[in-house]
Every structure is written in C-alpha cells, then in structure tokens.
C-alpha cells in the first residue's frame, strides 16, 4: 500500500454536516458506465485500506482493544467514498485511489464537495473563494481521474439548499451553472458516473421541487442523482422517494446512501444523533431497476459537526463509529 494513499486517506476526508436538513463478502457491480449490465465489465468497489477505521483497528489491537477493534471491521472491509480536501489539490488523493483500484480491479467513489457558499455557513462551511476557483478545482478533480474507472457523487446538499432557501437568492443561478459545468467537466473522463445530490426525503419532502433545479443543475447530462447523503432516511422511504423523483426526471437512475441508517432517523435530530446503526452494505443487487447501487457516502464514524460532543464536520470519531458498528443490524 503506497504512502501516498495512507498519508492522504486520512486528511482529505470531509465529512458533510447536513445543513438545512431535517463480515460477509458482497458482490457489488461498478457502477461507472452504470447502463452496461455486462458480468465482464463488473468490478467490485476499492476498500481504502487505510481508512481512518483500518488505522484505529490497528492502534486498539495494540492496545488490547480486540473486540472493540472486531467490531470496527464492519466498516473497514467496506468501500466508502473519499472527500478529497476542498480548497486544496485534489489531484493527489484521487490519483493514489485510483491507482490502488486499478491495481485491484476495483472501482473507487470519490465525492466532489468545494461548491462556493457550502452548507450555508453551517457545520460544513466553506468552499472555493469563487466560480473561478470551482473551475479549476473540479477541473484538477477530472483530470486526475484520467480514464479510470470511478463513481462521483456531486455537491451534496447544494441542489437542496436552494430549494429550501438556505442558498441566498443571488447565489442560485451561478450555483446551477457551476454544477452543471461540473457534471459535463467530469463526465469528460471515460470512465467516470456521476450522481448529482438531490437531498433525502425528509429535507425536501415533495420530490417535484426538486426536478426543475435538478435539471438547471445538470443532471439530465449526469448518470442520475444521489439520496441521503450524510443522513439517516430508511432503505424503504428513500427508494420510494427515490422511484419517483426518477419518474419525474424521465427514468434517471440514482444511488442511495445507507452508510448508517440501519436504525432509520431519530426525530428532531440530524447531526451525530445517538443510537444509529451501519445500514445496507454497498451493493448495486438493489431490487429496483432505477437504484443503482445502495453505497456508503458518508462514512461512519466521520463527525458531522460539533453537536453531541462531537470534533469539528468530517473529523474521525472512534467513539461513534463504535457505536455505528455495535447497532448493525447487518
């Protein structure tokens, strides 16, 4: 495992704080060129080995911690999608990911998160200085795809906070354009999906809110749209919501965050709320045609923000991923 991986996998992880928003082995098909169906061109998701979770199983089996260090794998041997830095080079991250994937005959999930006036100034708040400055760092992010396989999810929330409000009026119309270069910037790249965010269904509740902004967004250009990003929705409510939304945009396809909500959602509460589980494992064997893939985006045991005792958004915190992987139901 190279030491650019390790040194990276660590640092440029971002965890996303929902802003305005209320063992065994699985089989999982690339979903980069999700249309094809081809066993031959199936790949399985890459598994960061050095997830902020492999590094802590190894300091607590040095420290004695082995069941505590057992019950981390089950999100360990999962794929999970890295957060490349934003403000930063991407380049590095995603060219050490997608060089151990490639190696492994794997596909990587990568979420692209530097939008201008992220998360309205919330937990997760920041972004490029500028449009100018998104340019050149998704186009730093395309570029370092090459031609690799690799599934992107898009700016998550930012469709959303439009919708809701919570983006500024005189912001929205630059925001489109930006993500809708964005989708086209990317999907340049031969081998690369990409799901544009669209919420989760107790944030924006009536999915044809949604289709308009989508659509100025880019995502009639994109492989389809993301659920549940970062936030707790059941399997059951997000596919429904999922199906129609997908309806409404003419049959795109789109992908579902179950990283942790094997509980579902506790009321009144989005940010770190206590007693949630891992929910499915990454698996494209959905069930429904128009989900590609259930997928881990978030990943467990990332900090949404300093809520409920927790470090600052997208810090690991051990603590929480123990309780993520203890309530699994899977």
Not at 294 to 323: N, V
């Amino acid at each position: 495992m190279s030491r650019l991986i390790r040194t990276f996998a660590v640092v440029s992880v971002f965890g996303l704080a929902v802003g305005c928003s209320s063992t065994a082995d699985v089989d999982e098909a690339s979903v980069a060129g999700a249309r094809s169906k081809d066993p031959a061109h199936a790949t399985s998701f890459w598994v960061d080995p050095a997830s902020p979770a492999a590094e802590q199983i190894q300091m607590w089996e040095r420290e004695g911690r082995k069941h505590d260090a057992a019950l981390l794998k089950r999100i360990a041997d999962q794929p999970t999608a890295l957060w490349p830095a934003g403000e930063l080079d991407p380049g590095p991250v995603i060219r050490a990911a997608t060089a151990s994937a490639r190696q492994e005959g794997r596909t990587p999930i990568f979420v692209a998160y530097d939008i201008p006036h992220r998360d309205c100034g919330q937990h997760s708040a920041g972004g490029a200085a500028d449009a100018d400055a998104y340019r050149a760092w998704i186009g730093k992010f395309a570029e370092a795809l090459g031609d690799s396989k690799a599934l992107v999810v898009l700016e998550p929330d930012a469709v959303a906070h439009m919708v809701d409000g919570c983006t500024p009026g005189e912001y929205q119309g630059e925001r489109e354009q930006l993500l809708s270069e964005a989708v086209v910037r990317l999907k340049q790249q031969s081998g690369t999906a990409v799901y544009l965010d669209a919420g989760n269904p107790a944030w924006i509740q009536d999915p044809w809110k949604l289709v308009e902004p989508l659509k100025r967004a880019g995502v009639e250009e994109a492989d389809g749209f993301s659920l549940n990003v970062s936030n707790f929705q059941t399997d059951d409510v997000t596919k429904k919501y999922g199906v129609h939304l997908s309806k409404d945009l003419g049959g795109k396809h789109f992908v579902v965050d179950s990283s942790r909500n094997g509980n579902g959602p506790l009321p009144g509460a989005w940010c770190n709320p206590p007693g949630r589980g891992l929910g499915t494992r990454p698996t494209t064997d959905t069930g429904e045609p128009a989900l590609d893939a259930y997928l881990w985006i978030k990943r467990p045991g990332a900090s949404d923000g300093t809520c409920e005792g927790g470090p600052d958004a997208g810090q690991w915190w051990p603590e929480y991923a123990l309780e993520l992987a203890r309530n699994s139901k899977a």
